[in-house]
């Protein structure tokens, strides 16, 4: 089983506006896990092999503006595992990454931790909501998920981001 992610992914943190973000070309090969539900599809995705595209001015927008060159969010995943409901397309994922973001290469910042459940349901936090859906039979899907991002020590950082903080993760993409 085989997870695109797709153009028209959205991030959120705390009251500022969301990022618009074009994750095409990022994914990942699943393993098939038994589960004791006949119809529940247990997945696994190893983190050596899963890629998420960065965020950066050429995949990014924020309040409709590409993100100034040299600014750069990478992503790298440690969990995403969970469940696929066969019957009514309902997917549930544990997601866990952290958040690299520097300016240029010089003016990097401590990792942000991200640790929340993708659903292709409604979450609804403090200060965001969103709604997914479930998966279609041509194999799309948008998950959501709601995260508490806790400090990074950084002072400057967490200031400017006001953590702990809220956020909120949109994800269109494919399962097939």
Not at 78 to 106: A, C, H, P, Y
């Amino acid at each position: 089983m085989q997870l695109k992610s797709l153009d028209g992914c959205r991030l959120a943190i705390g009251k500022y506006p969301s990022f618009s973000y074009n994750a095409y070309g990022g994914g990942g090969e699943a393993e098939l896990l038994p589960h004791q539900k006949s119809n529940l599809l247990h997945i696994s995705f190893s983190s050596k092999t899963f890629s998420i595209p960065p965020l950066t001015s050429k995949s990014t927008k924020f309040l409709s503006l590409p993100l100034p060159p040299g600014f750069k969010i990478e992503m790298y995943m440690e969990q995403l595992e969970g469940t696929i409901d066969k019957n009514s397309g309902e997917v549930l994922l544990r997601f866990e990454s952290k958040f690299l973001l520097s300016i240029g290469s010089i003016l990097k910042f401590p990792k942000l931790i991200i640790k929340t459940l993708l659903t292709s349901g409604k979450v609804k936090g403090k200060l965001h909501e969103g709604e997914g859906y479930v998966l279609q039979n041509n194999g799309t899907i948008k998950l959501v998920g709601i995260s508490m991002i806790p400090k990074t020590g950084n002072k400057i950082l967490d200031i400017f981001l006001g953590l702990p903080n809220e956020a909120l993760a949109e994800l269109k993409c494919e399962i097939k």
